[in-house]
């Protein structure tokens, strides 16, 4: 039953404190992505990945981290310096450069910050 | 800069009737567009794609059709079913594999 995962479905976190968001994906995928989802606004790209140990910045990655040391996974981690961290954060992969342009995306993680 | 857009945030139709989603978009560079659906607190998923060599695809009861000279494109859905109440991302791309999302439409099926 092939898919992505992501865990946990919802995170609190004092201020101040790193987190890291799982990823994973049994789909055999080359590229992985991190999007944010405020209210009212469209999915924001944060990071991505089109290959393992390769990792670009996307339009809003100020605050974050990301790691791809496997292919199937992808973790995401908001630091101390992310200003407004509260959001629901989902995770996607493509097929990249060996065909298909469809993202296909998991359940999200929503992120509380108290 | 938001390069993809969706200027109507909301949208309410009768069960049966024709629901028609609008996006526009700024990029000329974008060769390929997509539509999402999404529920509260799931992740979007995928509905139907066009390329910009195309100027309509079709599948089922969604329709998305493409005028590249006005750099805009819609989703038509029908009929609208009560399960089609959910928020509509328009999604745009080109050879970097990245995907630029519009804000999203929420779509109201009465009965």
């Known amino acids: 039953d092939g898919g992505i995962t992501q865990s946990p479905k919802y995170l609190f976190r004092k201020e101040g404190q790193n987190v890291t968001l799982s990823c994973e994906q049994n789909?055999?995928?080359?590229?992985m992505y991190w999007y944010r989802q405020d209210p009212g606004q469209g999915l924001r790209l944060i990071y991505y990945?089109?290959?393992?140990?390769?990792?670009q910045k996307g339009d809003i990655a100020e605050g974050y981290s990301v790691s791809r040391e496997k292919k199937e996974s992808f973790p995401l981690t908001v630091t101390s310096a992310q200003k407004n961290p509260t959001a629901f954060y989902l995770c996607?992969?493509?097929?990249?450069?060996?065909?298909?342009?469809?993202?296909?995306f998991g359940p999200g993680t929503r992120l509380t910050v108290l | 800069d938001q390069q993809v857009k969706q200027n109507s945030p909301s949208l309410s139709v009768q069960e049966g009737r024709i629901s028609i989603l609008n996006c526009d978009y700024t990029?000329?560079?974008?060769?390929?567009f997509l539509w999402y659906k999404k529920y509260p607190a799931e992740g979007p998923t995928f509905l139907i794609s066009?390329?910009?060599?195309?100027d309509k695809n079709e599948d089922g009861r969604f329709t998305v059709f493409l005028n590249k000279s006005a750099k805009h494109l819609s989703l038509h859905i029908v009929p609208s079913q009560p399960g089609d109440s959910a928020v509509y991302f328009c999604?745009?791309?080109?050879?970097?594999?990245?995907?630029?999302f519009g804000a999203g439409t929420t779509v109201t099926v009465r009965a």
């Open positions: 996607a992969s493509s097929m990249g450069a060996s065909g298909g342009v469809e993202q296909f």
């Open positions: 789909l055999n995928h080359d590229a």
């Open positions: 990945s089109h290959i393992v140990n390769d990792f």
């Open positions: 990029n000329s560079m974008f060769d390929y």
């Open positions: 066009i390329s910009s060599i195309k």
């Open positions: 999604a745009a791309g080109y050879n970097d594999y990245k995907l630029s």
